[in-house]
């Protein structure tokens, strides 16, 4: 089978097409036919070599994944062949979603929504999975709850502002001003233009000096040190960003606050409650651009340097093998 295989870390050239042996499901495991993939900031984390001691090269990254089961391999009792499913790989253990077939454990996936493409299917499974484990699992948000949400027009933002607007939240989000109206359309109560606008001042402004129950962080630098300028009593920040830099919390302690680090967990209970909400159209994929499986470090550029678009918003596909 076709593969884009890493060879070593750094640029989008260090990406090869090669052949390489199709894999057998083992206990519990089925092999699906890859349809589509996309790319996450994930992606080219991996391929820069961030997480480097994390892995062994060469590397198979990607992180999501629609297609059909082909295999199964014994003990399997939830799928047959012919299903349609999407999911994440399993992080850092095994091959990614660069390929043409793949091998997981039946407890990681979930039936594609029946309304979507394989490849809009693709654009959710890290990225919603993300967010569904962000406001559910974490914060646990509730109806008439406020959450500011930075970076709304992002991969992980998006389905964000949805989801929370699905649960009942009042949605304040930050984005440059060319995405306000998409944004709006979406969903978000208000959008703070970040570039021209301090949103500490919009949204104490906003809340009436009350401050927003949650804060989701997507953009790391001072976020988590800002965040508790603009929280509630018992206020929550849940924040996706590996963070480096040390923050001073002090604004935070005087509210109660909690934090909560996510690296999102792969769970079919997650799917299927994500597939719910897309087959009663209340999260919708936003796909924008899709490139072929031979061109992955044009998305990769696309993604990370917004090379040709500093405008871009929403996911890229990466289209694996053409739907009939």
């Known amino acids: 089978m076709k593969a884009a295989v890493l060879k070593e870390f750094g640029s989008i050239e260090n990406f090869e097409i090669a052949d390489i042996p199709t894999p057998k499901p083992g206990f519990q495991e089925v092999l699906v036919k890859v349809y589509a993939t996309s790319v996450n900031p994930l992606d080219y984390q991996v391929r820069r070599g961030d997480y480097k001691n994390e ?14 089961i082909v295999a199964l391999g014994p003990g399997v009792k939830n ?14 253990n095994g091959p990614g979603s660069y390929v043409q077939y793949h091998v997981a454990h039946e407890s990681i996936m979930g039936l594609k929504p029946k309304n979507l493409s394989h490849l809009e299917a693709a654009t959710l499974p890290l990225a919603a999975g993300t967010a569904w484990e962000m406001l559910v699992s974490r914060a646990q948000l ?20 949805q989801i929370a607007k699905a649960m009942g939240a009042i949605v304040y989000t930050t984005a440059r001003k060319a995405h306000h109206e998409f944004l709006l359309e979406l969903g978000a109560d208000h959008v703070i233009d970040y570039e021209n606008e301090d949103y500490l001042q919009v949204i104490d402004q906003l809340t009436n000096h009350k401050g927003v129950d949650v804060i989701i962080d997507t953009i790391g630098g001072n976020t988590l040190s800002d965040s508790g300028k603009i929280l509630s009593q ?47 159209n209340k999260l919708k994929p936003v796909l924008n651009k899709v490139f072929p499986l031979s061109e992955i470090g044009k998305a990769h550029s696309l993604l990370e340097y917004r090379t040709g678009d500093k405008n871009f918003y929403g996911k890229i596909g990466i289209e694996v093998e053409k739907e009939a």
């Open 55 to 68: 892995l062994e090269l060469p590397v198979i990254t990607g992180h999501d994944i629609s297609g059909e």
């Open 79 to 92: 799928f047959k062949v012919g299903d349609e499913v999407y999911y994440t790989p399993e992080i850092f």
């Open 142 to 161: 509730k109806i008439n709850q406020s959450i500011l949400v930075h970076g709304g027009a992002g991969g992980v933002g998006i389905p964000t502002i």
């Open 234 to 280: 018992l206020g929550q920040v849940v924040t996706l960003v590996d963070i480096e830099k040390p923050q001073n919390l002090i604004e935070a302690w005087g509210k109660n606050a909690t934090y909560h680090f996510v690296f999102t967990r792969q769970n079919r209970n997650k799917l299927d409650e994500l597939t719910k909400l897309v087959e009663s």
